[in-house]
T-cell receptor
Framework: KAGVTQTPRYLIKTRGQQVTLSCSPISGHRSVSWYQQTPGQGLQFLFEYFSETQRNKGNFPGRFSGRQFSNSRSEMNVSTLELGDSALYLCASSLGGHPTGELFFGEGSRLTVL | KNEVEQSPQNLTAQEGEFITINCSYSVGISALHWLQQHPGGGIVSLFMLSSGKKKHGRLIATINIQEKHSSLHITASHPRDSAVYIC??????FGAGTRLTVKP
């Protein structure tokens, strides 16, 4: 059974640009959640989607957005990038749904903003 | 004060030692997760629990809902257990993590 796949794994952008990250969940999982990890702030929850609907949202500005498609694949977008957006972005999929479902994480997308 | 506090922040042990990592939280929860993160970033979910105790191999997780406290124990530790261990509650409020190094 394939795991959670995130693309791209590494990317470099400049301030002001936008970026789109993709997450393909484990087959049959309908919940996808996104997280940001930085050395200073640790892991922080961004948002969670279940059956194409955003169910939960963390405390991030509106520049961070996401969506989920009918096949459960999810994308997150960050617009007008800032230096502080440099981070490892992780997604996780779950069968039952966040937060009480077991989470399966992808390897992450490491974003560097110059 | 963080809503999820972990201790210790760093832990060095000799191979074979019994290890305990603690997590205290200040919010009501429906579930608590223990996660393991190896160098390179990949995260593995070790346990999800809402009461009592769970065991997987050499790993044991306990939770005391009344005291708002959970512990992760590793018996007979091994260098491959070296990783960052993170607890998370509910809407994914995370502890800062415990960096464990097990020396041979």
């Amino acid at each position: 059974k394939a795991g959670v796949t995130q693309t791209p794994r590494y990317l470099i952008k400049t301030r002001g640009q936008q970026v789109t990250l993709s997450c393909s969940p484990i087959s049959g999982h309908r919940s996808v959640s996104w997280y940001q990890q930085t050395p200073g702030q640790g892991l922080q929850f961004l948002f969670e989607y279940f059956s194409e609907t955003q169910r939960n949202k963390g405390n991030f500005p509106g520049r961070f957005s996401g969506r989920q498609f009918s096949n459960s694949r999810s994308e997150m977008n960050v617009s007008t990038l800032e230096l502080g957006d440099s981070a490892l972005y992780l997604c996780a999929s779950s069968l039952g749904g966040h937060p009480t479902g077991e989470l399966f994480f992808g390897e992450g997308s490491r974003l560097t903003v110059l | 004060k963080n809503e999820v506090e972990q201790s210790p922040q760093n832990l060095t042990a000799q191979e074979g030692e019994f290890i305990t990592i603690n997590c205290s939280y200040s919010v009501g929860i429906s579930a608590l997760h223990w996660l393991q993160q190896h160098p390179g970033g990949g995260i593995v979910s070790l346990f999800m629990l809402s009461s009592g105790k769970k065991k997987h191999g050499r790993l044991i997780a306990t939770i005391n809902i009344q005291e708002k406290h959970s512990s992760l124990h590793i018996t007979a530790s091994h260098p491959r257990d070296s990783a960052v261990y993170i607890c998370a509650v509910n809407d994914m409020r995370f502890g800062a993590g415990t960096r464990l190094t097990v020396k041979p």
